[in-house]
Nanobody, 127 residues
């Protein structure tokens, strides 16, 4: 089990950028595949992006392709989500999740695939 803490959310105007950070501590970070999810009240949780242990396999939901970028820094036990050209519909709580895995290339897209979650960071985009 790892402790997952997100940061970096905030209020930006449409077209602006944010960088979300997720620190996972307590176990060897390089044993974990990571994912970013978002969820608005009353809506289903959605996988926005995911990354494999070795960083070589990434996923983006269609609505964020070309605007969001996921990356990881094993030395800092941190995964990042760069959010560019933000739109009002990107407004949500963003949650980071960790999944221990023996596979270095698999990324996981379902919430049920993950064991450890952070409390989330709020992204608000004004039009």
């Amino acid at each position: 089990q790892v402790q997952v803490v997100e940061s970096g959310g905030g209020l930006v105007q449409a077209g602006g950028s944010l960088r979300l950070s997720c620190v996972a501590s307590g176990r060897a970070f390089d044993m974990y595949a990571m994912g970013w999810f978002r969820q608005a009240p009353g809506k289903e949780r959605e996988c926005v992006s995911a990354i494999s242990r070795n960083g070589g396999n990434t996923y983006y939901t269609n609505s964020v392709k070309g605007r969001f970028t996921i990356s990881s820094d094993n030395a800092k036990n941190t995964v990042y989500l760069q959010l560019n050209n933000l739109k009002p519909e990107d407004k949500d709580g963003y949650y980071c999740a960790a999944r221990a895995t023996t596979s270095v290339t698999t990324r996981f897209l379902q919430g049920n695939d993950y064991n450890d979650w952070g409390l989330g960071t709020q992204v608000t985009v004004s039009s």
